[in-house]
T-cell receptor
Framework: GENVEQHPSTLSVQEGDSAVIKCTYSDSASNYFPWYKQELGKRPQLIIDIRSNVGEKKDQRIAVTLNKTAKHFSLHITETQPEDSAVYFC?????????????FGKGTKLSVIP | EPEVTQTPSHQVTQMGQEVILRCVPISNHLYFYWYRQILGQKVEFLVSFYNNEISEKSEIFDDQFSVERPDGSNFTLKIRSTKLEDSAMYFCASMGRVPFFGPGTRLTVL
């Protein structure tokens, strides 16, 4: 099955700096890669996603890049703000053989220091 | 904006008891899921449901777990005989173009 590795597990940045979180996946059939933000005690909230026919996608301060050949994808947050502090999860989903389950990484705890 | 809803928000039960967790997916979605998150850990896939039957399940989803869609709107997860290690947050999700998660049910097994 799919295996998703996520790094780093914790990340501290100064307010205004950029944050980068990286993930790798194992199943070349995976073709959908969402990123979720989870605040303490809350649900995972979709913040951005990318499909395998696209190399990069941007939404205001958030961007995601995908390298299919290397099987890795990254989340970039620019001009970080204290409210960006949360746990971020990457995930991968394939459609091979009708598989539509999301496999999550272990999460990155981002702390933005004011 | 439509949302996935779940009830109850918190369930406390004794070991060995049965629990039923309830979810109302977004109405035009076709895929439904249950995920589990043990405190401080990652979100783990349990089961997916499509066209009124289980589509996939993980090794966590053993014989003590079952899912059903009893009335065309609710989607339930039943744990027949709860164990201490079942204590976790259980998230329901439904997928149209993308998966959306419900707010979760915190299950505490004593």
């Amino acid at each position: 099955g799919e295996n998703v590795e996520q790094h780093p597990s914790t990340l501290s940045v100064q307010e205004g700096d950029s944050a980068v979180i990286k993930c790798t996946y194992s199943d070349s059939a995976s073709n959908y890669f969402p990123w979720y933000k989870q605040e303490l005690g809350k649900r995972p909230q979709l913040i951005i996603d990318i499909r395998s026919n696209v190399g990069e996608k941007k939404d205001q301060r958030i961007a995601v890049t995908l390298n299919k050949t290397a099987k890795h994808f990254s989340l970039h947050i620019t001009e970080t703000q204290p409210e960006d502090s949360a746990v971020y999860f990457c995930a991968a989903m394939g459609s091979g053989a009708g598989s539509y389950q999301l496999t999550f990484g272990k999460g990155t705890k981002l702390s933005v220091i004011p | 904006e439509p949302e996935v809803t779940q009830t109850p928000s918190h369930q406390v039960t004794q070991m060995g008891q049965e629990v039923i967790l309830r979810c109302v997916p977004i109405s035009n979605h076709l895929y439904f899921y249950w995920y589990r998150q043990i405190l401080g850990q990652k979100v783990e896939f349990l089961v997916s449901f499509y066209n009124n039957e289980i589509s996939e399940k993980s090794e966590i989803f053993d014989d003590q777990f079952s899912v059903e869609r009893p009335d065309g709107s609710n989607f339930t997860l039943k744990i027949r005989s709860t164990k201490l290690e079942d204590s976790a947050m259980y998230f329901c999700a439904s997928m149209g173009r993308v998966p959306f998660f419900g707010p979760g049910t915190r299950l505490t097994v004593l």
